[in-house]
């Protein structure tokens, strides 16, 4: 199976450039469109459609860290001491969305292998319980990949479901948004609003180091989580250093653009129209479900069912806290249901998978043939 990814060659500086002009290009264009963010779903679709018509695209890792570095920064300003407290009290929220993330990642999953493991139209050759399992959790999907290839699974396959799903999600929960005018909707402000060039010069060298802790304890998402910890901690402490300019923040939305964008080359089209068929249609019908989740949740809390959808959605972690940003949806609930998946699908994946399926087939193997 060819993969869709970029191999791993150093980007020319010149492809570097061209991508960035590309992407500045389309989100002028989506600004030009009122369509829903412009500097991140601009981006994402013109690399993404370049990039599988074979054009020379190319996301530089270091730009792509900076953006997530800015990101978790200006996330973390939204975690005054009010706003902790208003997640304290909904811990049993944030608790029951990590049960919901891990039942509906097992259900994906088993779907996946009983449509496309036994024979038929549907069947992808050489398709394996592992393979099917961790192309399906909800969350950490670079992380998911690697665990894959250290179990023996079809990489590809595993790597190009979640891109699809992460992708999808991205596109169709901001535009129904758009559609159904929720925006605006949060009263919560970041905890600084003015910016002050001494105090975001310290924020930068504090959440630098963050990022660098992060980067030695060798945690996923380092650049992320780290300016995140660190932003938050601050704010939530009532440190108010200062705000970060718009600039800023659209830039960064513009390279995680590109980063998730460029993972579509050429080979994506051609790979198992069927697994990304299904993959497709799975994730829709996640989106409903959980549409209908936070509708319930929305009986039992103050929020709002359009921020908790944005914390509930089988998006990324960073895709999804942007469009809450961008929207003014909850962005303090939905970075704290997203933070506390990640980890528990980062803890119990591989776990889970010797609980449910390792664990069950040596059983059986072990056991006596019935008389």
């Given at each position: 199976?060819?993969?869709?990814?970029?191999?791993?060659?150093?980007?020319?500086?010149?492809?570097?450039?061209?991508?960035?002009?590309?992407?500045?290009?389309?989100?002028?264009?989506?600004?030009?469109?009122?369509?829903?963010?412009?500097?991140?779903?601009?981006?994402?679709?013109?690399?993404?459609?370049?990039?599988?018509?074979?054009?020379?695209?190319?996301?530089?890792?270091?730009?792509?860290?900076?953006?997530?570095?800015?990101?978790?920064?200006?996330?973390?300003?939204?975690?005054?001491?009010?706003?902790?407290?208003?997640?304290?009290?909904?811990?049993?929220?944030?608790?029951?969305?990590?049960?919901?993330?891990?039942?509906?990642?097992?259900?994906?999953?088993?779907?996946l292998y009983r449509?496309?493991?036994?024979?038929?139209?549907?069947?992808?050759?050489?398709?394996?319980?592992?393979?099917?399992?961790?192309?399906?959790?909800?969350?950490?999907?670079?992380?998911?990949?690697?665990?894959?290839?250290?179990?023996?699974?079809?990489?590809?396959?595993?790597?190009?479901?979640?891109?699809?799903?992460?992708?999808?999600?991205?596109?169709?929960?901001?535009?129904?948004?758009?559609?159904?005018?929720?925006?605006?909707?949060?009263?919560?402000l970041p905890g600084?609003?003015?910016?002050?060039?001494?105090?975001?010069?310290?924020?930068?060298?504090?959440?630098?180091?963050?990022?660098?802790?992060?980067?030695?304890?060798?945690?996923?998402?380092?650049w992320f989580i780290?300016?995140?910890?660190?932003?938050?901690?601050?704010?939530?402490?009532?440190?108010?250093?200062?705000?970060?300019?718009?600039?800023?923040?659209?830039?960064?939305?513009?390279?995680?653009?590109?980063?998730?964008?460029?993972?579509?080359?050429?080979?994506?089209?051609?790979?198992?129209?069927?697994?990304?068929?299904?993959?497709?249609?799975?994730?829709?019908?996640?989106?409903?479900?959980?549409?209908?989740?936070?509708?319930?949740?929305?009986?039992?809390?103050?929020?709002?069912?359009?921020?908790?959808?944005?914390?509930?959605?089988?998006?990324?972690?960073?895709?999804?806290?942007?469009?809450?940003?961008?929207?003014?949806?909850?962005?303090?609930?939905?970075?704290?249901?997203?933070?506390?998946?990640?980890?528990?699908?980062?803890?119990?994946?591989?776990?889970?998978?010797?609980?449910?399926?390792?664990?069950?087939?040596?059983?059986?193997?072990?056991?006596?043939?019935?008389?």
């Open positions: 199976m060819p993969s869709f990814f970029h191999r791993a060659v150093q980007p020319l500086p010149a492809r570097i450039a061209l991508t960035l002009l590309l992407a500045w290009a389309a989100a002028a264009l989506c600004i030009a469109l009122r369509t829903p963010l412009p500097w991140m779903i601009g981006p994402l679709l013109a690399t993404a459609v370049v990039s599988m018509l074979g054009g020379p695209t190319a996301s530089w890792t270091p730009l792509r860290n900076s953006g997530q570095w800015i990101i978790g920064c200006a996330l973390g300003l939204y975690f005054t001491p009010q706003v902790v407290a208003l997640l304290a009290g909904l811990w049993w929220a944030i608790a029951l969305n990590i049960v919901w993330a891990l039942a509906l990642g097992l259900a994906f999953g088993a779907w449509v496309h493991h036994g024979p038929g139209r549907l069947h992808v050759a050489g398709l394996s319980r592992i393979t099917t399992y961790f192309a399906a959790p909800i969350g950490a999907a670079s992380e998911m990949t690697l665990m894959a290839e250290r179990h023996g699974a079809q990489t590809d396959l595993v790597a190009s479901a979640h891109s699809l799903r992460v992708l999808l999600v991205t596109l169709i929960i901001p535009f129904g948004f758009q559609w159904a005018g929720l925006h605006g909707l949060d009263a919560t600084a609003r003015v910016v002050q060039l001494p105090g975001l010069a310290l924020l930068a060298l504090l959440t630098g180091v963050g990022c660098w802790v992060m980067l030695k304890l060798e945690r996923t998402n380092p780290g300016a995140l910890v660190v932003s938050l901690l601050l704010t939530a402490s009532g440190v108010t250093l200062s705000a970060l300019p718009q600039g800023m923040t659209n830039a960064a939305q513009l390279v995680i653009g590109i980063s998730l964008g460029v993972r579509f080359t050429s080979g994506f089209v051609h790979m198992a129209p069927r697994w990304l068929g299904s993959v497709a249609l799975a994730t829709v019908a996640m989106i409903v479900l959980c549409a209908g989740f936070a509708l319930l949740l929305a009986q039992f809390t103050s929020l709002h069912w359009a921020t908790l959808l944005l914390g509930t959605s089988p998006g990324g972690i960073a895709e999804m806290a942007i469009t809450a940003k961008v929207l003014q949806l909850g962005v303090p609930m939905v970075t704290a249901f997203h933070v506390t998946r990640l980890a528990a699908v980062l803890v119990l994946a591989e776990p889970m998978y010797r609980w449910f399926y390792q664990d069950s087939a040596a059983t059986q193997a072990e056991s006596p043939p019935a008389e």
